[in-house]
Each structure stands twice: as C-alpha cells, then as structure tokens.
C-alpha cells in the first residue's frame, strides 16, 4: 500500500443554531456542533429524526431554515470550493454507475472530484484491494451484490483523500469482516488528523476520547 | 425567525425600511390594511371606465362598436406581460437573498398573470371574428400572448408539482428567470415570423391616433387594471403568509383572536 | 490557478467519457430518439397528405417539431439516471464549477441524442421531398439548433429532476422555451426551399445557441443544486 500516511492539516467545522424542516414540522431546531481534526461525531437518533438531513445541511446539499455552518472560521457558502475539495461524502445510494465496472466507477469519481486523473488510475486498484474488492475490478456494478458496492463506495471516500468524511450509514449492507475493515480504516482516518462525521446503527470500534455522540430524539 | 435573522444582518439603519418587507407580520398587517381599499378604488375606476367606454365614447368610423374590446383587452395584454416581469423579479429576489415573503409574492401573482393573459387572448380573438372573419389569426401579438399564458402554465405546474414548499419557490423561481430573459426573444422571433409569413398588412389594435373620448376612457381603464391587480395580489398575499407561517406566534394570535 | 484550470478541463474531459461510455454499453436506448424521430416524420405523410408540393411545404416545420420531440422524449436522460444513483449528489459537491460539469453532461447528451438526429436528417428530408439545397440548410441548421434545444433541456432536467413523475411537465416547462429554436430552424429551411437566403436565419440560430450556451449552464447547474436538495 503506497499511501501516503502524513497527516491532514488541522481544521475544523463549526455548526450554529442549525434548524431544519420538513413540511411544516421542525426536525430539529437550535442545533449547534464542532469538530475538529481527529475527532469524529457519531449522529444518532430514531428513523425519521433528521439525521439524513442534518449530514446533507453540513455537506451543503440542502440548505438549513435558520443557522450557519463554518469551515476554519469560514462560511462555507462563501468558501464552497475549497469547502467541498476538503469533503468526501457518502450518501444513502453508493453513487456508482451500474453501466461502469468497479474501477471505471473509481476513476471516474476521482477525476470528477479533487484528485487528477492521471494519479487515479494508478492508485484505484489499490484501493479496491484495500476493501477487498479487488476480484471485481472489471466487473460492471449492476451485477455486484449490496455488499461489494457499498465496499466500492467506501472506497471512493477514502481514495479521495479528503480530510472530512461525512457518512449517512456506511454500515449498510456490510458484512462483519467489512465492518471491521471499515472500523479500521475509520480509526486511520482519525489517526491521520482527520475528521469523521457519520450516522450508523453499528457501533464502531473507535477511540473513545476521539468520539461524540450527539442524539437528535431529545427534542 | 426571518424577521430576526433579517434584522441582525441588517447593515445600517437606512436599511431598515427595506427589511419591513422581508418580515411577514409587516408585510401581513401592509396587505391587510391596503387590499380592500385598493379593490374599492379599482371597483369604482372599472364603472367609471366601462360607462365611458361603452356608452360616453363614440363609435370608430372603420370598426364600429367593435373597437370597443380594447377597453378590456389593452389593460389585460399589459398587465399579462408587467405580471410576468414583477412575478420574475420578486422570484428572483427570493431566489438570491432568501427573502420568504419575496418568494409568495411570485406565487400570488402567477395564477393572477396567467388570467390575465387568457383574458388578453380571448378579447383578442373575440375582436378578430367581426375584424378579420375569424376567431384567431396566427397575429403575432396573439401567437406571443399565447406562448406567454403556456409561460406562466409551466411556472404555475413546477411550483405545484414540487412538494416542499421552499424547493418549490427556489425551482419555479430559476424557470421565472430563464423566461423572462427568453421572453424579448421569444417575442422578436414571433414578429419575424410574422413579418415573413403575412407581411406587414395586419391591422393593429393600437393605433397612432386616437380620439380623446377614446383615449380618456382607455387610461381610466388601463389605472383601474392595475389597482385591481395590485388589490388581488395583496389578497393572495395574505393568504399566502398565513398558510406559511401558520406555526408562528402572530398568526396564532390573528387566528385565535 | 492554472492548475486549477488543468484539472477542471481534465473533470470535464472524463465527465465526458464516462457519459459516452455509458451510453455505448446501452446502444439501444441510443437508437429510440432516431427511431422516433423517422416515425414520426412519416406519419406526416400518412394523416396529412403524400402530395408532393404540399409536403414540401411542410416538410422543414414538420422535420422540426419531430426533431424538437425526439430531443424531448430523450432529456430525462441527461441527470434522472445520475438522480437515481446518487452520482448527481457527488457531482453537486465536486469542487470544480458545477455549471462545467454540467456543460460537459450536456455536452455528451448532445453527442448522443442530438448528432444521430442530425446524421439522419437527409433522410428524412428526401422523404419529405425537400430539394438538395435544402436538405443541406436543414442539416446546418440542425447543428446549429439542436445544441440550443440539448442545453435548453438541460434546465428543464435540473428543475424537474426531483419530481418522480415528471414527464408531461418536463414538456410544460421547455417547449414553450423553444420556439425561437423552431422559427429560426424551420424558417432556414423555407427560405431555402424557395431559393431565398437562408443566411439571415441561420446566424440567428447561431446566436441563440451562443446565448444558450452563456446562460443555460449556470442556470442548470443553479437548478440541480436546488434539486437534490
């Protein structure tokens, strides 16, 4: 594995008074978080209680009613770019292309997002042997199982090499080894100085002093 | 909460007035006071208007008692097209600077443009039977009249088809901005069109000379459309904000008394 | 800066190939537009007349509208499928200009569902018993218009990507949008079939297309952004 292991320079993301609604129903109203570099918040929260929105309102895909979000001090309106260079997210859907095989799906997410392509190419495989993918390489994704391409979707994050990751739960449709694996390169994540903010039914093996929890029901 | 949130950012006290607008409660109690007056106004402009027209004003040499439709169609072609541009400005608005109440604005006057324009196309073809010998000729202020009203179909359609109410605005406000940009060329299409299928031989409804007993009837007319406008919009506006802010505390208080 | 510039181009570039490669894997879906197009080309002749000067007549405004349809019929194509499968999210938060993006997506859309419309027009223009200058014009004036329709379109998408059923409105929303694209296009074509220039109507195609091209780019990608809210 050639990855470079230094670690991420040190930032942080700071939430204040977040509300969001749905209809006309408030999700959750006067939400404030920070974290810094290698630190992560574990968002939980019965089904329906706005931890899909909250995670998409820090991405910036969806715009909260009241409140602001900051990167390093920054609005991240206002820094959107650079904002977003620095964010790898995982949504729901594993954002792959069932018309393109594992790797092309790889490259073309990389080229798409803030690695040149060039550096991709090289670096996908060994990505996708890292998550232990490596036999679909050339195989399209629709014909992969629920498990290999959330695998493949882990693999993107992490391959972009983003010091923030923001995962709606990456648990899904993993098996014990890849939960563990996941677990892992979580805690590398974190020990490379960077951030982690995800939503997960699992618990994950993490440091304790690294972790918060923030439950989104009290409200 | 916008109201605080606009009140904090605000940049100086020369803004303040302008932040009134950005607060529903202001904007409800302005419509509330101003709606039914304007609407008497425009009541009393309308008999005034259609007594001048129809019965002071003297019958056109060439058209007989025909002409007469301008009275209605003229203010109703005018306000389908100023509708559509306040309708695109105040979506627009919304859009860029998140003002909520710039957004209803938008959303009250759509249906209201949209009749307009159908009023405008129907005078119009209602003039064209005893003028041209048929109800409608591919005229090009008519054709633009009508891509006009299929405009506002489009803009009244996404809004309601998107569900939740601020993607709905934020969406049909984008279409607002891309029509109306689109509309002048819309518009010169249709006259080159025109020009090269019919020639010039059209006659116009507007014409460079006009009557003084035609024209004083015709203005009256023209001002009571636009406060009978102006009145609707306001109606629909407040309606529109408490539907909107029915969870805040001074809806529940005009609510419950 | 510069680099900057380097790896947007190179984002756009493979935007651009996994999109053409995407639809190479799916050949048939790429036929439907062209198929649909010359059937409903011929139909013309079937309800209205097979009369020759009558047809001639009509032949470029008929090419037109079914060109205009073809394109709609295929638009759901540009973002709905990246919608679906959650790559429009990755895209909405790439850190390069998301109206490139999008230009490059449309561009690609173009590739796939405008040029096939183009390559088979002479076609259907000898159906239509168009003389040869004029299936000439109506090939410069395909590939002067139809980017207009594509980038167009594209804002249509963006805006009614989020309703599920979206069909019928997607057509609301963007045909109205497109009649300077038809009265350009089509009038081209009439010129010529009655030896007039049809220069003048081609140059403001073009110009349309160019307008098209300034605006609705940043307009698509303001509208996806709302979308995937």
């Known amino acids: 594995m050639s990855h470079p292991l230094n670690p991420f320079p040190s930032c942080r993301i700071e939430a204040t008074q977040l509300a969001c609604l749905r209809g006309f129903n408030s999700l959750f109203e006067g939400l404030s978080l920070t974290v810094s570099s290698g630190n992560t918040i574990h968002v939980t929260g019965a089904n329906g209680s706005g931890k899909t929105s909250l995670l998409r309102i820090l991405c910036g895909l969806s715009l909260a009613e009241t409140g602001q979000i900051n990167w390093n001090g920054n609005n991240i309106q206002s820094v959107s770019s650079e904002y977003r260079a620095n964010l790898s997210y995982l949504g729901h859907k594993p954002a792959l292309k069932p018309d393109l095989t594992a790797y092309e799906n790889l490259v073309s997410a990389a080229a798409t997002g803030n690695r040149a392509l060039r550096e991709a190419d090289s670096t996908a495989t060994e990505y996708l042997r890292l998550l232990g993918v490596v036999h679909t390489r050339d195989r399209l994704c629709r014909q992969l199982s629920a498990g290999q391409k959330q695998r493949i979707a882990v693999a993107r994050v992490v391959m972009s090499d983003a010091p923030m990751w923001i995962l709606d739960e990456p648990g899904t449709s993993l098996d014990t080894e890849g939960m563990e694996l996941l677990s892992s390169l979580m805690r590398r994540h974190i020990e490379r100085n960077g951030l982690i903010i995800f939503t997960s039914h699992h618990g994950f093996d993490l440091p304790i002093d690294r972790l918060d929890r923030i439950c989104l029901d009290s409200t | ?79 389908s097209m100023f509708s559509y541009f306040v309708m695109a400005a105040s979506a627009g608005i919304g859009l860029v600077w998140h003002i909520k109440v710039s957004d209803l604005v938008a959303r009250s006057i759509a249906p209201l443009g949209a009749m307009f324009t159908f009023c405008a196309l129907v005078t119009g073809s209602l003039w064209g039977k005893p003028t041209w010998g048929t109800y409608w000729v591919w005229d090009a202020r008519l054709t633009s009249e009508l ?101 805040t505390q001074w809806v529940r208080e005009i609510v419950h008394g | ?42 139909l013309f002749p079937l309800s209205v007349t097979p009369d020759k000067t009558l047809l001639m007549q009509a032949g470029p405004g008929i090419i037109w509208v079914a ?7 295929a638009l759901d194509g540009i973002f ?17 200009p998301l109206s490139l993006l999008v230009l490059a997506k449309t561009l690609a859309h173009w590739l796939v569902t405008g040029l096939p419309l183009i390559i088979i027009s002479p076609l259907l223009g000898m159906l239509m018993q168009l003389s040869g200058d004029a299936i000439i014009v109506l ?34 929303v963007i045909l109205p949008l497109y009649v300077p694209v038809l009265i350009f296009g089509a009038g081209a074509v009439q010129a010529a079939m009655v030896s007039l220039d049809p220069q003048p109507h081609l140059l403001l195609l073009a110009s349309f297309s160019l307008f098209s091209l300034a605006f609705c780019p940043l307009a698509s990608a303001t509208a996806l952004k709302i979308s995937v809210n």
């Open chain 2, 1 to 79: 909460m916008t109201t605080e949130s606009l009140n904090t950012s605000g940049r100086g006290k020369k803004w303040l007035w302008f932040h009134r607008f950005g607060s529903p409660a202001w904007v409800y109690g302005f419509a509330n006071r101003w709606a039914m007056p304007i609407g008497i106004v425009a009541l009393l402009l309308f008999v005034v208007g259609l007594y001048q027209g129809l019965i002071v004003a003297p019958p056109d040499y060439q058209m007989g008692d025909s002409y007469r439709i301008i009275f209605i169609h003229v203010p109703s072609a005018w306000l």
């Open chain 3, 67 to 73: 060109a205009l349809l073809a394109t709609l019929l």
């Open chain 3, 139 to 172: 090939c410069g004036a395909l590939i002067l218009g139809t980017p207009a329709l594509s980038l167009i379109g594209a804002v249509g998408v963006g805006l009614t990507v989020g309703i599920r059923k979206s069909g019928v409105l997607l057509s609301l």
């Open chain 3, 1 to 42: 800066m510069n680099d900057q510039t380097v790896s947007t181009m190179s984002a756009m570039m493979a935007l651009v190939r996994r999109d053409l490669i995407i639809a190479m894997r799916e050949r048939g879906d790429m036929l439907q537009p062209v198929l649909f197009f010359i059937i409903v080309v011929s």
């Open chain 2, 147 to 247: 891509v006009l009203l299929f405009l506002f179909i489009g803009y009244i359609a996404l809004s309601n088809a998107i569900e939740d109410r601020r993607t709905a605005s934020r969406a049909s406000a984008v279409l607002a901005l891309v029509g109306v940009i689109n509309l002048p060329i819309i518009h010169f299409s249709v006259e080159w069109w025109n020009t090269l299928h019919q020639g010039s031989t059209v006659t116009k409804l507007g014409r460079p000379s006009i009557d003084t007993r035609m024209l004083i009837p015709l203005l009256i007319m023209f001002v009571a459309f636009n406060f009978y406008f102006l009145s609707a919009v306001l109606n629909r506006l407040r309606c529109e904000l408490l539907s909107q802010e029915r969870r």
């Open chain 3, 80 to 96: 709905r499928p990246d919608h679906e499968d959650g790559t429009l999210e990755q895209l909405v938060l790439s850190p390069h």
